[in-house]
């Protein structure tokens, strides 16, 4: 979970040589989000034996790309790492309950295994608003751990929407909602 906390603090540019075999492996320096208007999330894949296969944090803003979400940026280069789509044996280590966007990659890339640190109680798709990976009807349930360093995990993202409220209003930039 730290590698994934700091991924979303904006560290962690190179998963492929680093290896985090506990979730305690992972909250480095670096500014929130990789210094964009994104918000710092971050997620890790992990293989069964606990080497990284690929990292992301949120892109959104970056990228300008409503699928940039740390879990997809994640899941896109541990797929690539193995030249396999098919992640079963994976665990994917994530900052913030997935959304259900990023819940049914979970399940379509077939991943065992999804690690997660702060609940989202307005988005959740692990459990707290809606619980898409255990819903038969959509496939193999995957195996759920929250709220693992969920303090931390609250924390960098409380801090985040702190220091954007207390920003001067940027016009371009769309309401806090």
């Known amino acids: 979970m730290r590698l994934a906390l700091r991924w979303a603090a904006g560290g962690g540019d190179g998963p492929a040589a680093e290896t985090a075999a506990t979730p305690d492996a992972v909250i480095a320096s670096g500014p929130a989000g990789g210094g964009t208007a994104d918000v710092p999330v971050g997620a890790v894949v992990l293989d069964s034996g606990g080497a990284v296969l690929g990292g992301g944090r949120n892109r959104r803003e970056a990228d300008a790309d409503p699928t940039a979400h740390a879990e997809i940026v994640a899941l896109r280069a541990a797929a690539r790492s193995l030249r396999e789509w098919r992640l079963g044996g994976c665990t994917l280590v994530v900052t913030l309950e997935p959304c259900t966007m990023c819940a049914g990659a979970v399940l379509a890339a077939r991943m065992s295994r999804l690690v997660f640190g702060a609940a989202d109680s307005r988005a959740g798709a692990a459990g707290s608003v809606w619980d898409v990976l255990h819903d038969r009807r959509l496939g193999q349930p995957v195996q759920v751990v929250g709220g693992v360093l969920a303090d931390d995990c609250t924390a960098l993202l409380r801090d985040f929407f702190r220091q954007r409220r207390s ?11």
């Open 167 to 177: 920003d001067t209003p940027d016009p371009d930039r769309p309401p806090l909602g």
